[in-house]
């Protein structure tokens, strides 16, 4: 894929949509981004005849698919190709971003026998050394922000991929820092699930903070049209999750109505319960009253 993107005419489209992105190639090869291109078999033949490769472990590896007749496709397609690395800088999967605005937007790897998405963060070997300097980690959505977010020199950041964070996701960065940020993209702020799924954050001892992007900016976006500076000062100012969290349900429901007053306290007990500091728990608790 690396050699396609870089050297091979059947990369120029993969190449182009870089530059128009603003990806260097300096960034493109620190994480070894590449191309898959159009045709339906060009790895598959690739991975069987210059590598002598069993086409049952391209399937086990997910970079292959058969179909119900028997037939075996390439399972990335005229997409850009970011391979995922564990923390110890081994590739274990593969994500492929469309650059023709087809669906889905992205294309990841299937579960595999080395391969689950829920253990697992984009970036996380790149980043790791800058989250413990840090002494957080900002958690975006894509690959291409996770690209263009360390270009400008923001390098304490990992890419979910759009899942939900998991327990091993958390313990996996609970390793390195136990201050966490979300970094929001402006129309998805506000999500009561994404926030509630946040509370097993707080339970792991992390303490967690939003930061809310401009509507329809993200990340990606953000640091291109504003810099780095400004985007450093977005992640100071923001919000504390009970904070913000608070701030939303009041928006969302009218706490001079009996009922919806008692929602209110209900979803914010939920994260206050998770507290495992006391006298966190107690000024919460004060604060809520």
Request: glycine fraction near 6%.
């Given at each position: 894929?690396?050699?396609?993107?870089?050297?091979?005419?059947?990369?120029?489209?993969?190449?182009?949509?870089?530059?128009?992105?603003?990806?260097?190639?300096?960034?493109?090869?620190?994480?070894?981004i590449?191309f898959?291109?159009a045709?339906?078999?060009?790895?598959?033949?690739?991975?069987?005849?210059?590598?002598?490769?069993?086409?049952?472990?391209?399937?086990?590896a997910?970079?292959?698919?058969?179909n119900?007749?028997?037939?075996?496709?390439?399972?990335?397609r005229?997409?850009?190709?970011?391979?995922?690395?564990d923390q110890?800088?081994?590739p274990?999967?593969?994500?492929g971003?469309?650059?023709?605005?087809?669906?889905?937007?992205?294309?990841n790897?299937?579960?595999?026998?080395?391969?689950?998405?829920?253990?697992?963060?984009?970036?996380?070997?790149?980043?790791?050394?800058a989250?413990?300097?840090?002494?957080?980690?900002?958690?975006?959505?894509g690959?291409?922000?996770?690209?263009?977010?360390?270009?400008?020199?923001?390098?304490?950041?990992?890419a979910?991929?759009?899942?939900?964070?998991?327990?091993?996701?958390?313990?996996?960065?609970?390793?390195?820092?136990?201050?966490?940020?979300?970094?929001?993209?402006?129309?998805a702020?506000?999500?009561?699930?994404?926030?509630?799924?946040?509370?097993?954050?707080?339970?792991?001892?992390?303490?967690?903070?939003?930061?809310?992007?401009?509507?329809?900016?993200?990340?990606?976006?953000?640091?291109?049209?504003?810099?780095?500076q400004?985007?450093?000062?977005?992640?100071?100012?923001?919000?504390?999750?009970?904070?913000?969290?608070?701030?939303?349900?009041?928006?969302?429901?009218?706490?001079?109505?009996?009922?919806?007053k008692?929602?209110?306290?209900?979803?914010?007990?939920?994260?206050?319960?998770?507290?495992?500091?006391?006298?966190?728990?107690?000024?919460?608790?004060?604060?809520?009253?």
């Open positions: 894929y690396e050699d396609i993107l870089k050297k091979n005419a059947l990369g120029k489209t993969g190449r182009e949509y870089l530059a128009q992105r603003g990806i260097a190639k300096e960034i493109a090869d620190l994480l070894h590449g898959a291109p045709g339906w078999s060009s790895f598959l033949d690739y991975a069987k005849q210059g590598k002598r490769a069993q086409e049952g472990d391209l399937v086990t997910g970079l292959v698919i058969k119900e007749k028997g037939s075996s496709y390439d399972r990335f005229e997409r850009l190709i970011f391979p995922i690395f110890k800088n081994r274990i999967a593969f994500g971003r469309t650059v023709e605005n087809h669906d889905p937007k992205y294309l790897s299937p579960e595999t026998p080395i391969y689950s998405k829920g253990k697992h963060l984009y970036g996380l070997n790149f980043s790791k050394h989250i413990v300097n840090e002494k957080a980690v900002l958690i975006v959505e690959y291409m922000d996770f690209a263009s977010l360390y270009q400008s020199g923001i390098h304490h950041v990992v979910c991929l759009g899942t939900a964070l998991t327990q091993d996701q958390l313990r996996l960065l609970k390793r390195y820092t136990n201050s966490l940020v979300m970094v929001y993209d402006g129309d702020a506000g999500q009561i699930a994404t926030l509630r799924n946040l509370d097993s954050a707080i339970e792991e001892g992390f303490y967690v903070r939003i930061a809310v992007l401009p509507v329809d900016q993200d990340p990606d976006s953000f640091v291109k049209k504003f810099g780095s400004v985007f450093r000062k977005l992640i100071d100012d923001a919000f504390d999750l009970f904070e913000y969290k608070l701030k939303f349900l009041l928006k969302s429901y009218a706490k001079d109505k009996a009922q919806e008692a929602i209110v306290v209900k979803e914010m007990l939920s994260t206050i319960r998770k507290v495992p500091n006391a006298v966190v728990q107690s000024e919460y608790i004060r604060q809520l009253s």
